[in-house]
């Protein structure tokens, strides 16, 4: 396929055009003139350099790799078809479609980029972290340095003894029955050649844990509502976790909040304060 330099510039030009600085969770700041978002505010959603996204814009440059393609469909909240559409206008075929796909759809995006104080995550069904908000990355780490099998936390489970530390040891046992079902309910649903079965057989070769649950054949053990977590400064935090499903992407939107007034409530506040003084 050969790149459409005109067709390219003009289509992003007006996906940023139409974007306000607060569908993407930036602020608009009180002088502002610009109608949609600025070229450098696009280029810093895309990962790119304003310089290079300028240049597309105005049909110059090289052509764009599959993969800075994809960013700009995720950092411009492109739906499906729109990052289809972007695909080949820059002279690649799309990606495939699917459950395993990491396209984030736009309106679980536009919820996500408004919660500025909550512990929040979009995972895939695998439980891939994609996107954390910086209370989320203060709350648990960043999730989405992991690469290769280690990307879902039920594979780390089972071979990280890190990522235990983050619950409450009395949890332990339930998180590793509900994470073999879950995979063993993915490897069933997307067959003996899907990234779930894979998982599923790399695990059964490192982890005599995971053998012993998964003989055991549980299938539907759903998470509970309250989670326990152990954070290394501000210790147990009991922390309600609420899940938006996207069944088109198959991915799911997690949002953690304490009741007001519990302890768990103020260590939030002040894991906010944490988290602040560890990005400085």
Known sequence: M?????????????????????????????????????????ALLCHMSTDYYSRLERERGPQPSEQMI?????????????????????????????AFGEHIGPG????????????AEIVTELGETLRQTALGVA??????????????????WFTDPATR??????DHEFLSRM?????RGLATLRGPGSRAAHLADLLLARSEEFREVW????VGIRPREVKHFVHPELGALELACQSLVDPDHGHMLLVYTAVPGSESHEKLRLLSVIGTYQES
Do not use: C, K, W
Not at 108 to 119: C, K, N, S, V
Not at 215 to 218: A, L, P, S, T
């Open 215 to 218: 003989d055991r054949h549980e």
């Open 2 to 42: 050969v790149i459409d330099r005109t067709g390219l510039a003009e289509f992003l030009r007006r996906r940023r055009e139409s974007l306000q600085p607060e569908d993407v969770g930036l602020p608009r700041g009180r002088r502002r003139r610009t109608s949609g978002l600025r070229r450098e505010e696009a």
């Open 179 to 183: 994470f073999a079902s879950g995979l």
């Open 139 to 156: 709350l648990t780490g960043d999730l989405t340095v992991h690469t290769g099998p280690a990307r879902s936390i039920g594979y780390r």
């Open 70 to 98: 994809a960013s700009m469909a995720q950092g411009l909240h492109l739906s499906l078809d729109e990052r289809d559409h972007l695909f080949r206008l820059a002279g690649h075929n799309p990606p495939a479609r699917g």
């Open 165 to 170: 530390r983050l619950y409450a040891p009395r």
């Open 108 to 119: 679980l995006l536009r919820i996500f980029d408004r919660l500025h104080d909550t512990p």
